[in-house]
């Protein structure tokens, strides 16, 4: 997206461990030479996972001119319009943007009555049947460098999934720089199987099982699988009640 239709930017991965590391590597590389795009930096990182860890080394390791950096995680889906929409809600020093992105629920329930799951580009529709708005959600982020140091960054003693994004996004309500925080329509997170580790502490396990309990399908869709046994039955009363007459 960002290769074909924008190309005004560089792309950071910062990655844990080193399982798979190759296969990553190898992806940008064969990316890089297939675009004729250069614009790329791999970093690796040894010791536990901790996603503020990780975009705070990603953002510090930057070397040139203040930057205005979009903190993405890798279930999510944006357009170029997304990036321009980025850009114009920042400024340094005065504006940092929080989007409120579009959840996409599971696709296998969404879409359990169709013979077929459709192409990733037909479910990225925003209706309250395939999603949900993510108001809740603090992690993808516009801000320019500048504010991101002068603010302090994450927080690192937050180890893990969760809670670093919260804690940033308080800060910045406690400076002087406006927060924009607002819907968007080009950002999407793209549903995948949650799993919740049995080392989060508490609250961290507690915020992912809601979240996991949340992106799986509307109060209604799940009202229907809990009652799906009733449903049957009263369905198949009707088909005998129906032969009978």
Not at 76 to 87: D, K
Not at 165 to 192: A, C, E, M, Q
Not at 211 to 233: D, P, T, Y
């Amino acid at each position: 997206m960002c290769i074909q239709q924008d190309g005004r930017i560089h792309l950071t991965v910062v990655y844990f461990g080193k399982e798979e590391m190759n296969e990553v590597k190898g992806i940008l590389e064969n990316t890089s030479k297939a675009a004729n795009f250069r614009n790329f930096t791999f970093i690796q990182l040894n010791g536990e996972f901790s996603r503020g860890k990780g975009l705070d080394v990603g953002a510090r390791f930057w070397k040139g001119s203040n930057v205005l950096l979009f903190f993405c995680d890798v279930d999510i889906y944006f357009t170029s319009e997304f990036l321009n929409t980025c850009r114009l809600n920042t400024q340094p020093g005065k504006k940092v943007f929080y989007p409120v992105l579009f959840s996409q629920y599971n696709p296998g329930i969404i879409y359990g009555h169709h013979d077929a799951v459709p192409p990733l580009e037909q479910q990225l529709v925003i209706k309250k049947e395939t999603g949900f708005w993510r108001d809740f959600g603090f992690g993808m982020t516009c801000q320019y460098r500048s504010d991101f140091i002068n603010i302090g960054g994450f927080d690192l003693d937050i180890k893990g999934w969760g809670g670093e994004d919260v804690h940033l996004y308080r800060k910045y309500l406690h400076s002087n720089l406006i927060v924009v925080r607002t819907p968007v329509r080009g950002l999407f997170h793209l549903w995948h199987e949650k799993r919740c580790m049995d080392e989060l502490t508490p609250e961290q396990y507690k915020m992912c099982m809601q979240s996991k309990a949340m992106n799986e399908a509307s109060h209604g869709q799940l009202g229907m699988l809990v009652f799906r046994h009733e449903i049957e039955a009263h369905l198949r009363k009707q088909k005998t009640s129906s032969k009978k007459t």
